[in-house]
């Protein structure tokens, strides 16, 4: 699974920018990536997922894209608002059960 | 749909006792997983339940804690003889399941606990 280390990486972005927040992944056998987002008291929120045969998915506002060739991932928000303030966590999941998380990034927005 | 529910949502206790942490998974949701996190740190897997198979007990980081699924719905993680190190938020997570069931995991608010 991932490990970016023991400290959070941080991104601060002005109100209405779009942020773009990078994961990378350890396992070139990994089939399935999700994106969460938690808030300070709250569970790991689901925002979206892409299958390893896909390397672009949209939702509203938001864009992940997968380039297996160098196991990368990454979310883009659009106009990013103040309430996408938060930490977001890749997850990777190999054909099984087991999900492995990112350590994650602080996302700040700034109004 | 009511999501996943955890409870208590904080707990605090001394060290030494034993607590009981509760999971309430999504209805129809045949995994179960318990995750920790610590402070400013990802997500420690734990254990792991799919329907009616042995659990993936592999991440449990002591003998001293356990887990148990009851009627492959409500699940208790149980930490005896609590010690500092385990003050954490605990996580429960539920997805539909099935292996290659490529399904998101859908979380509870944690339960926090602090020993003392």
């Known amino acids: 699974g991932e490990s970016v280390g023991l400290h959070l990486p941080t991104l601060s972005v002005q109100e209405g920018d779009n942020s773009i927040i990078n994961c990378a992944y350890s396992n070139s056998a990994s089939d399935y990536f999700i994106w969460y987002k938690q808030e300070s008291g709250k569970g790991p929120q689901f925002i979206i997922d892409i299958r390893s045969n896909m390397d672009k998915r949209q939702g509203q506002r938001v864009t992940v894209l997968l380039n297996k060739t160098v196991k990368h991932l990454s979310l883009q928000i659009a106009a990013t608002q103040p309430g996408d303030s938060a930490v977001y966590f890749c997850a990777e999941n190999t054909r099984g059960n087991q999900f492995y998380f990112g350590t994650g990034t602080s996302l700040t927005v700034i109004p | 749909g009511a999501g996943v529910s955890q409870s208590p949502s904080n707990k605090v206790t001394e060290k030494g006792k034993d607590v009981e942490l509760r999971c309430d998974p999504i209805s129809g949701h045949t995994a179960l997983y318990w995750y920790r996190q610590s402070l400013g740190q990802g997500l420690e897997f734990l254990i792991y339940f799919q329907g009616n198979s042995a659990p993936d007990k592999s991440g449990l980081p002591s003998d001293r804690f356990s887990a148990e699924r009851t009627g492959g719905s409500v699940s208790t993680l149980t930490i005896q003889r609590t010690q500092q190190e385990d003050s954490a938020v605990y996580l429960c997570?539920?997805?539909?399941?099935?292996?290659?069931?490529?399904?998101?995991?859908?979380f509870g608010n944690g339960t926090r606990l602090t020993v003392t």
């Open positions: 997570a539920s997805r539909r399941g099935g292996v290659g069931n490529n399904s998101p995991l859908h």
